[in-house]
């Protein structure tokens, strides 16, 4: 049974950083790309970034310079560091293996 448990998730002020791990069980954690997805209230669920078995990323516009995705492969966990975060980033966050997989997510608050 495939399982992923996103954390990290909490009230923030704006400006300031937050990291999201999302922890992957039931698969063979190197062999599959991953990704966070974001999805506000009353919108479509959206690609954050996303990073291949090989390590390559790639990232929204919206958060290009500000978040980073990496993934610990021994852990079999990826996660999503956000800095300057800003009262647009809250949402609810998305852990998602292999293009397939979702985890519950983790809701994300950035106060102004």
């Known amino acids: 049974q495939v399982q992923l448990v996103e954390s990290g998730g909490g009230l923030v002020q704006a400006g300031g950083p937050l990291r999201l791990s999302c922890a992957v069980s039931g698969i063979i954690f190197r062999f599959y790309s991953m990704a966070w997805y974001r999805q506000a209230p009353g919108k479509q669920r959206e690609l954050v970034a996303r990073i291949s078995i090989g390590g390559t990323t790639n990232y929204a516009d919206s958060v290009k310079g500000r978040c980073t995705i990496s993934r610990d492969n021994a852990k079999r966990t990826v996660y999503l560091q956000m800095n300057s975060l800003k009262p647009e980033d809250t949402s609810e966050y998305y852990c998602?293996?292999?293009?397939?997989?979702w985890g519950n997510g983790t809701l994300v608050t950035v106060s102004p």
């Open positions: 998602k293996a292999a293009d397939l997989y």
